[in-house]
């Protein structure tokens, strides 16, 4: 029987990352390249080369990319490893000047190869052809740039060719050559100019090799068929089911394939949304196939937005987490009712837009003609608000499309003439729900026509056989919910004031409110995560999947541009305000 040692990674990329910061140091400060740190330093792999000694820098950085890989089993991270070790060993006990660090690297050199099968992840399969071609291109760009700066400072027009050539070659490794300068700021520049270059392609290849793969994701249209099919009888179980057929999505089945799991890798995460489709009986063996999937490439696996029965499967068959990050607003059609004080607010605004010449129009998208359908998408998409497309979780990122004939689509229009001012868009929610996928509307329309919408929406459902809707997401609901209440804690009212003060530019506090009007009860939603280290990362990657962060860079919209009012009106209503 083997024997795992699931550490192992862990530490060799701990060790690994180790010696890259002491080789920073070593390199920037000369206090550091002495004493009781320069003998730790010589004693850990990855300083014992000629290489170390001479562009420190260069190897710290290339360790800190490697250490990473390391941790997360990446095979190619391993192979350099091992190739490193044996190398950096001969080399010091061949010059017999630190025999120490030459028996501690044999020794890693073999726990590292007696436990290579905890190293199998894979990196991008493209890595390894761009790597090559990287490293060609800039080598023949650095010879070339290095010759002329060579050629400018030196003497160059005395040493022969081939001399030049190796002055070159090993000014890219970090090492000063023969040739001799104008001035010793003409030598500091040339020397710094040729390792910054060799520093450069050194990186650049690495990275390019290391980095993990990055599929695109898109749903076939057989698999497209399988998640309908399972759809079309497990539907009614989570409300965010239909986002699934988002055809920038990627699937993976069960090996009965009655449960799927619908997901998109953004930042080397393997992220999740809602619940798995299918059977419940076969969501373990669904997310068994996610697990090992994430295992494979050393993604970080993560769900964003499953229901409670979801969140539950995903912590007892994956071992992961979970954390509630707020809750969905859903309307039983059934007691929804305009009257009484509660409602009041809403039921003089819907009186008030209706006497300005609104009128709606409640339809499935199989009962619009074309022309209506491309009408309804090119209001949409004007009316969107931001440059790109904002979805993941709970959009599903397209309209009027003839394959969802039976999602739902109510518009506004102003009368008299019949100009279209609003669009709402509802995906199925099994045989008797719908979803609410997109809000949009003119903004120079009146104040109040989302919920005149909503309004119409659920008072005409009962005719079209729908008997539960589903609004927004609301973001930390009930930290909002409890923060304003009597006798709540400091704690937790400093919590509220810190996210009524970041919906100054998301909409948190306003998707709460408008919600709250049309009086839902609140299904909580949660973030499944493997370990707390690593919610930061997945954080990121929700926003960029949710296109908040189209760059990767956390960056916050000025004030003053496209902030929501009292009510949600333009962009597409995601799972992250």
Not at 247 to 276: C, E, N, Q, T
Request: aromatic share 8%.
């Amino acid at each position: 029987m083997r024997v795992t040692r699931p550490w192992v990674p862990a530490a060799a990329g701990y060790a690994a990352l180790l010696v890259g910061l002491l080789d920073i140091l070593r390199g920037v400060i000369p206090g550091f390249r002495g004493g009781l740190v320069g003998v730790v330093a010589g004693v850990l792999p990855g300083t014992v080369t000629t290489l170390a000694r001479a562009g420190s820098l260069l190897v710290g950085v290339l360790l800190i990319m490697l250490a990473h890989a390391l941790r997360r089993g990446k095979v190619r991270a391993w192979r350099a490893v091992m190739l490193l070790l044996p190398l950096g060993a001969l080399a010091e006990l061949l010059h017999w000047r630190h025999p120490l660090a030459g028996a501690v690297s044999v020794l890693l050199f073999v726990v590292l190869l007696v436990n290579r099968h905890r190293f199998q992840a894979l990196s991008d399969p493209r890595s390894r052809w761009r790597a090559l071609w990287a490293f060609f291109a800039l080598a023949v760009l650095d010879l070339a740039v290095g010759w002329v700066i060579v050629g400018l400072h030196g003497y160059a027009e005395s040493v022969p060719a081939g001399d030049r050539l190796r002055q070159v070659l090993l000014g890219l490794f970090g090492v000063e050559g023969q040739v001799r300068y104008s001035s010793a700021l003409a030598a500091d520049f040339v020397y710094t100019a040729l390792a910054g270059l060799g520093a450069l392609t050194a990186i650049t290849t690495a990275y390019l090799v290391l980095r993990p793969e990055r599929p695109v994701a898109a749903l076939c249209p057989r698999d497209e068929r399988r998640v309908r099919d399972l759809l079309d009888r497990y539907g009614g179980q989570d409300s965010l089911g239909y986002f699934a057929l988002r055809r920038d999505k990627s699937v993976l089945f069960s090996p009965s394939g009655k449960a799927a799991v619908a997901y998109r890798v953004v930042g080397g995460v393997m992220l999740a949304s809602g619940d798995p489709i299918g059977d419940v009986e076969a969501w373990p063996a669904a997310i068994r196939c996610f697990m090992d999937e994430a295992r494979r490439h050393a993604w970080v696996p993560a769900v964003v937005g499953c229901g409670e029965t979801g969140g539950v499967v995903w912590t007892r068959e994956a071992g992961l987490s979970a954390l509630e990050i707020g809750d969905e607003a859903v309307v039983d059609v059934a007691e929804f009712t305009l009257e009484g004080r509660a409602m009041r607010n809403v039921r003089q605004m819907v009186k008030r837009i209706e006497r300005s010449g609104y009128e709606c129009r409640v339809r499935r998208v199989g009962d619009l003609g074309e022309e209506e359908r491309r009408r309804v998408r090119a209001a949409a998409e004007a009316w969107r608000g931001t440059e790109t497309e904002r979805g993941f979780s709970m959009a599903l990122g397209r309209v009027g499309d003839l394959a969802d004939d039976r999602c739902l689509v109510v518009t506004a229009h102003r009368m008299p003439g019949g100009g279209l001012r609003a669009v709402l868009h509802f995906v199925p929610w099994g045989a008797d729900g719908v979803s609410l996928d997109l809000m949009r509307r003119d903004r120079s329309a009146d104040p109040g026509l989302n919920e005149l919408l909503i309004v119409r929406t659920l008072q005409a459902a009962p005719s079209l056989g729908i008997a539960r809707v589903s609004l927004n997401f609301a973001m930390f609901r009930s930290a909002l919910a409890r923060g304003e209440r009597l006798g709540a804690g400091p704690v937790l009212r400093a919590w509220r004031r810190v996210l009524v003060f970041l919906s100054r530019w998301f909409q948190i506090e306003s998707l709460y409110r408008f919600n709250a009007k049309f009086r839902p009860y609140w299904e909580p939603r949660f973030l499944v995560y493997p370990a707390a280290r690593d919610l930061p990362r997945i954080g990121l990657s929700a926003l960029r999947a949710e296109a908040f962060l189209p760059s990767g860079v956390p960056r916050l919209p000025p004030r003053g541009r496209h902030r929501p009012g009292p009510a949600p009106s333009g962009d597409a209503l995601p799972a992250w305000p």
